[in-house]
């Protein structure tokens, strides 16, 4: 496929190799309501990056691995700690970080990948990445309570989003190679799961531009894909040297860009796809 935007359009938003502190190989990304960004490092560490992309400042820490994070309209951000076996929530005005959720006495969440904060039913939705396992959490945003919410086999739950109206749950099978929808209905329980597209790619990162296409961060190769209303596959910007783009996981959009977090490197990239986001406040 032939890009839409040519990698030498697509720009470094802010390098931290050289940086104190320094963006250790970012997993996760998302932003506040002023336009700082917000990302998580190798070895726990909660970082927020100005609007500017000029300064980085360490808020946190886990003591893990940060993976993917998400806020509320209460300015806490929940960040999955694969290392913790946990999600974490941080109060970003306080700095006060804690456990928000690891399961249930029954069952433990042994591997919380990626959050999706679900404002209209109140609730937090939370990926185990479990080759061929179960699957999806669902947890009170107020209490923290919750447990298993998809219990069917998935390929690698990764990424995830609302869908544009917010009745289906979008996410990424990486090592099935597709991206799934599951239906979520009047009781907010999980239906039965469609398969969205099929990628030539591992998809990592979901996020919904406003008119409800769904952009794909891919760590192999290193690219992101654009999947429209009809299932149609179209690739976005794509980097065979793996430079600007080095195995993208987490993406998030800002204004009319797409941003996405760089596992490989040390680096923050930005895609001037020339469209909003959904609405995540």
Same mark, same amino acid.
């Not at 086999?153 to 099978?173: I, W």
């Not at 999980?190 to 799961?193: E, H, I």
């Given at each position: 496929m032939q890009p839409l935007i040519p990698i030498e359009k697509v720009e470094v938003f802010f390098d931290g190799l050289l940086t104190e502190p320094k963006l250790n190989h970012p997993e996760g990304l998302a932003f506040d309501a002023e336009g700082n960004l917000w990302c998580g490092g190798e070895d726990g560490e909660i970082f927020r990056i100005d609007p500017e992309g000029k300064r980085i400042e360490l808020i946190a820490e886990t003591g893990g691995f940060c993976l993917g994070m998400a806020f509320d309209r209460g300015g806490n951000l929940y960040i999955c700690d694969l290392k913790k076996? $946990?999600?974490? =929530?941080?109060?970003?005005?306080?700095?006060?970080?804690?456990?928000?959720?690891d399961g249930n006495d029954q069952m433990k969440l042994t591997t919380p990948n990626f959050p999706v904060v679900d404002h209209e039913?109140?609730?937090?939705?939370?990926?185990?990445?479990?080759?061929?396992?179960?699957?999806?959490w669902k947890f009170d945003l107020r209490t923290g309570e919750g447990g298993l919410w998809y219990d069917q086999?998935?390929?690698?739950?990764?990424?995830?989003?609302?869908?544009?109206?917010?009745?289906?749950?979008?996410?990424?099978?990486t090592f099935d190679h597709r991206i799934s929808k599951i239906p979520v209905d009047g009781e907010g329980k $999980?239906?039965? =799961?469609e398969i969205v597209a099929e990628v030539e790619a591992l998809p990592d990162g979901l996020a919904v531009d406003s008119q409800g296409r769904i952009y794909v961060s891919c760590y192999e190769p290193s690219q992101v894909l654009r999947i429209g209303g009809n299932g149609e596959v179209e690739l976005v910007a794509h980097d065979p040297e793996a430079h600007t783009f080095c195995h993208p996981t987490n993406c998030a959009f800002f204004g009319d860009a797409l941003y996405a977090s760089n596992l490989g490197r040390w680096h923050i990239t930005k895609v001037p796809v020339g469209t909003t986001g959904k609405s995540l406040l």
């Open positions: 076996s $946990a999600v974490f =929530k941080l109060d970003t005005r306080s700095r006060q970080i804690s456990i928000f959720a039913r109140g609730c937090l939705y939370v990926s185990s990445s479990n080759k061929n396992g179960p699957g999806i086999p998935l390929g690698f739950a990764n990424g995830m989003a609302l869908s544009l109206d917010n009745n289906a749950l979008y996410v990424a099978e $999980a239906g039965r =799961k």
